[in-house]
């Protein structure tokens, strides 16, 4: 152990750090195992040339606006609605009867940016789990189909959206063409929903069906703006994807406020551990990105779906988004500036496929790896008594193939886990409960817990409350 107390001010008799007796048996932090054959094969399928011709199907239906017409089988929303149903539907045929297709309806009332009851309508399809211990576990990938040019509630105006956000409905269209012959402990649902640019309508109806049926959504993503490398800025960044994630959760009770004030916990939210978890997994040759994490819900004052399930207490939903937005490619109508005959508007040629397959092998290499590990743990608590170590305990998990745990830990100050003590899998008492004592002060020192499986597979981190 290094000696961090010069010995000067030392005397003998007094406790010098190196005296100590040696440090828990701890590692430098590691990403999960190395990416697996199946994995690299799985993602080595992504194809820029299949998003490409998605996006102008999409870019083809001329408005995507939640208010265009649901009827019309050329032009408007619902027959964009339709075609992506219509995929959902080819892509399902290839999994062997795991893959469920499902288009959820319902009627908003007349609201923000809705004049008129609309039905809105996402577009829905589940990646059955294999694991019976994980039925009940799901992770979400979306992006949202519906658009808008200048004016929200413009129902006619050309709308193309070829990057907001037919960038992220393609690439989710992608994931889901690659992942559906493949078998995945828990459940993957990808997702385009409709009445993002209206009020987040559709996510939050998703999200509200999921807290209903009890899902337990244990991650979800959402992409939205992942289709340009080149911003408005100029500066060009096709190796980078920005991973907005929350630190204070934005449905914190009065209580949980109260006791993260008084033990830290500002950067060690659900989503930071998520945000972590990606970078983690998702930063490798493989996918050839680098993931740039904002310490943020969101671009400044601004929102997305994911803001639909963390209001609904689903704590672990992110958001990914390109570096360098072009401000001129969104929310706008389709013109040439008089001025300056610069082009407008949020038209495919200014969006890069081969950026979009790489966000989604980004996003694909996250989903399989969450979806064959374990649980992230539940109910992970530390005993508050004075002490000068730190004792955790949690609920045992269930998984067939749960090799054990291992615990993370970082100086207060530091932004990521930077040590790791695997500790196998103690037996659990009467109660399911697994205890483990860290030689370490709470005081000083933040700590996690995640679950390990036998091939490697490491949950997301769980930051432990008193
Ligand atoms: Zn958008």
Same mark, same amino acid.
């Given at each position: 152990?290094?000696?961090?107390?010069?010995?000067?001010?030392?005397?003998?008799?007094?406790?010098?750090? #190196?005296?100590?007796?040696?440090?828990?048996?701890?590692?430098?932090? !590691?990403?999960?195992?190395?990416?697996?054959?199946?994995?690299?094969?799985?993602?080595?399928?992504? #194809?820029?040339?299949?998003?490409?011709?998605?996006?102008?199907?999409?870019?083809?239906?001329?408005?995507?606006?939640?208010?265009?017409?649901?009827?019309?089988?050329?032009?408007?929303?619902?027959?964009?609605?339709?075609?992506?149903?219509?995929?959902?539907?080819?892509?399902?045929?290839?999994?062997?009867? *795991?893959?469920?297709?499902?288009?959820?309806?319902?009627?908003?009332?007349?609201?923000?940016?809705?004049?008129?009851?609309?039905?809105?309508?996402?577009?829905?399809?589940?990646?059955?789990? $294999?694991?019976?211990?994980?039925?009940? &576990?799901?992770?979400?990938?979306?992006?949202?189909?519906?658009?808008?040019?200048?004016?929200?509630?413009?129902?006619?105006?050309?709308?193309?959206?070829?990057?907001?956000?037919?960038?992220? !409905? $393609?690439?989710?269209?992608?994931?889901?063409?690659?992942?559906?012959?493949?078998?995945?402990?828990?459940?993957?649902?990808?997702?385009?929903?409709?009445?993002?640019?209206?009020?987040?309508?559709?996510?939050?109806?998703?999200?509200?069906?999921?807290?209903?049926?009890?899902?337990?959504?244990?991650?979800?993503?959402?992409?939205?703006?992942?289709?340009?490398?080149?911003?408005?800025?100029?500066?060009?960044?096709?190796?980078?994807?920005?991973?907005?994630?929350?630190? !204070?959760?934005?449905?914190?009770?009065?209580?949980?406020?109260?006791?993260?004030?008084?033990?830290?916990?500002?950067? #060690?939210?659900?989503?930071?551990?998520?945000? @972590?978890?990606?970078?983690?997994?998702?930063?490798?040759?493989?996918?050839?990105?680098?993931?740039?994490?904002?310490? *943020?819900?969101?671009?400044?004052?601004?929102?997305?779906?994911?803001?639909?399930?963390?209001?609904?207490?689903? @704590?672990? %939903?992110?958001?990914?988004?390109?570096?360098?937005?072009?401000?001129?490619?969104?929310?706008?109508?389709?013109?040439?500036?008089?001025?300056?005959?610069?082009?407008?508007?949020?038209?495919?040629?200014?969006?890069?496929?081969?950026?979009?397959? @790489?966000?989604?092998?980004?996003?694909?290499?996250?989903? %399989?790896?969450?979806?064959?590990?374990?649980? %992230?743990?539940?109910?992970?608590?530390?005993?508050?008594?004075?002490?000068?170590?730190?004792?955790?305990?949690?609920?045992?998990?269930?998984?067939?193939?749960?090799?054990?745990?291992?615990?993370?830990?970082?100086?207060?100050?530091? $932004?990521?886990?930077?040590?790791?003590?695997?500790?196998?899998?103690?037996?659990?008492?009467?109660?399911?409960?697994?205890?483990?004592?860290?030689?370490?002060?709470?005081?000083?020192?933040?700590?996690?817990? &995640?679950?390990?499986?036998?091939?490697?597979?490491?949950?997301?981190?769980?930051?432990?409350?008193?």
């Amino acid at each position: 152990m290094v000696a961090l107390l010069g010995g000067g001010a030392y005397a003998s008799g007094a406790l010098r750090l #190196d005296d100590q007796p040696p440090a828990p048996p701890n590692h430098p932090i !590691v990403g999960p195992k190395r990416l697996d054959a199946e994995t690299t094969k799985m993602i080595g399928q992504i #194809d820029p040339a299949r998003i490409r011709a998605a996006d102008l199907a999409l870019v083809g239906f001329g408005t995507r606006n939640t208010l265009s017409s649901q009827t019309d089988p050329a032009r408007g929303i619902g027959a964009a609605r339709d075609w992506i149903y219509d995929q959902f539907q080819q892509i399902a045929a290839t999994s062997g009867g *795991r893959m469920t297709v499902e288009l959820q309806s319902y009627t908003q009332g007349v609201s923000t940016g809705i004049p008129t009851p609309t039905v809105i309508t996402n577009v829905v399809a589940t990646l059955h789990g $294999t694991d019976p211990a994980s039925a009940n &576990r799901y992770y979400y990938v979306s992006g949202h189909y519906d658009t808008r040019c200048g004016s929200t509630t413009n129902a006619t105006c050309d709308a193309p959206g070829a990057n907001d956000d037919a960038s992220g !409905v $393609t690439a989710v269209l992608e994931m889901a063409h690659v992942m559906a012959t493949h078998e995945f402990d828990a459940n993957i649902v990808f997702m385009a929903v409709a009445g993002e640019e209206q009020n987040l309508y559709g996510s939050a109806r998703a999200a509200t069906l999921a807290q209903q049926a009890g899902q337990d959504v244990q991650g979800m993503f959402t992409n939205d703006i992942i289709g340009s490398s080149l911003g408005g800025n100029g500066i060009s960044d096709p190796y980078t994807v920005r991973l907005f994630a929350e630190g !204070v959760p934005t449905n914190e009770t009065t209580s949980e406020a109260n006791t993260r004030r008084s033990i830290g916990g500002e950067n #060690d939210s659900p989503a930071r551990q998520m945000a @972590r978890f990606v970078r983690s997994v998702a930063e490798i040759p493989e996918t050839g990105m680098h993931i740039q994490t904002v310490d *943020r819900r969101d671009r400044f004052n601004r929102g997305g779906d994911h803001i639909s399930f963390l209001e609904r207490g689903f @704590r672990s %939903a992110i958001r990914f988004t390109e570096p360098n937005e072009n401000f001129n490619h969104q929310h706008q109508d389709v013109r040439v500036d008089p001025d300056t005959s610069e082009q407008i508007g949020d038209l495919p040629e200014f969006v890069d496929f081969d950026y979009i397959a @790489r966000v989604a092998k980004v996003n694909a290499v996250s989903l %399989a790896a969450l979806a064959n590990a374990p649980s %992230a743990p539940k109910n992970v608590r530390i005993t508050s008594n004075l002490s000068y170590d730190t004792a955790l305990r949690w609920n045992a998990n269930t998984e067939p193939d749960l090799a054990g745990y291992e615990v993370v830990w970082r100086k207060t100050d530091e $932004t990521d886990w930077t040590h790791v003590i695997p500790i196998g899998l103690p037996e659990p008492d009467a109660n399911g409960v697994v205890r483990y004592t860290a030689p370490l002060s709470k005081d000083d020192f933040f700590f996690g817990v &995640r679950a390990v499986d036998k091939e490697g597979n490491r949950s997301p981190v769980v930051f432990p409350r008193p």
